[in-house]
């Protein structure tokens, strides 16, 4: 896996392709124009080196906490 973005990284820097960007979240290469595309794949990798998941997970992860409060206070309130 190592090797394998290695020589992805490779690639890109010697192309000079800004098109591909690599998905961590996907199913690996895909090319976009769209600068809201760009822009949100870069503040996923970011969030990804610094936290360890990336922003789907974060959400997924609050709608969960969230609804077992909310579940939580229903069976309260019962």
Do not use: F, W
Not at 9 to 20: D, G, N, P, Q, R
Not at 31 to 48: F, R
């Amino acid at each position: 896996m190592l090797k394998t973005m290695i020589y992805i990284l490779i690639l890109m820097v010697c192309t000079s392709c800004s098109e591909i960007l690599l998905l961590s979240s996907g199913a690996g290469l895909v090319a976009s124009q769209s600068p809201v595309v760009k822009a949100y794949n870069g503040a996923d990798m970011l969030t990804i080196m610094k936290t360890k998941k990336d922003i789907k997970k974060h959400i997924y992860e609050g709608v969960k906490h969230d609804r077992k409060k909310q579940d939580n206070n229903i069976r309260k309130s019962d």
